[in-house]
């Protein structure tokens, strides 16, 4: 499904002054599409995310979803949280099966899903096992494969990776290109690791700390799968990281070299 987002505002008042988070936003992300948004902390990427989820409504702006605008959450669109949000009171097995029971998937493929899923992540075993029973980097792994487990055509990720250590991470960044380019669903995810947007994305969407501008879209059409030492490759972070600064913003360039803010 493509999706668009149209001039999406958001403000939020606190106390008596108003933040504009995001203004004015705009972009298609076509049909089987691997989006990633980068930028810095507090620039509005979950609170983009959400919206486009349906979980919160933007000040001004609408989302499209083939056309059709979506105000509410809806199992067309798969989300996976920036802290896991897993069920606490489901096993790992009852998480993942959710999505598919909401979309009504026959038992027998139900099955056959999950066992694909649990291998996928390396959970076998940990089945009957409840959130709070789970490393950080499993729950990130379960909340990752439930978010697959519908087959959503938009799937939304905030970070789906960020608290899976680094050699997992590269091994389920692979199984999710690889899952991804299965079932080519159109993809929007948030991410703070440069290296994870070039190797998973078709294209990198840079937003700045201010007002969450586009400073920077960049396709990205290295074949697949991406040899990550290639010097194309490298090229493409060195972009990225330019881009960074820009996004980050002249004022704050020296408190980045100097290492007070993180970039996320
Ligand atoms: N419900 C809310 N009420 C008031 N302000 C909010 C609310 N949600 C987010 N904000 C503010 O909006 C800004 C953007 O927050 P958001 O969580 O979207 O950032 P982010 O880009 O996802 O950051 P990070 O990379 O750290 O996760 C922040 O300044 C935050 O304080
Ligand atoms: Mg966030």
Redesign the pocket.
Known sequence: MELTVEGISKN?K?ENTV?T?LKDLSFTVREGQFATLL?P????????LTIIAGFQAASGGRVMINGAQVTRPGPDRGFVF?NYALFPWMTVRENILYPMKQRRVPAKEREKRFKELLAMAQLEGKEKLYPHQLSGGMKQRVAFIRALAGRPEVLLMDEPLGAVDMQMRQSLQEDLEALWLKDKTTVVM?T?DVDEAIYLSDRVIVMSAREGKIVDDMPVRLPRPRDRKGMEYQKHKEHLAEALKVAVGRQAETAVTEGKLCL?
Do not use: D, E, P, Y
């Not at 902390?41 to 983009?48: A, D, E, N, P, R």
């Open positions: 939020f606190n933040q988070v930028g902390s507090g620039c509005g990427k979950t609170t983009l920036q948030v703070h996320a």
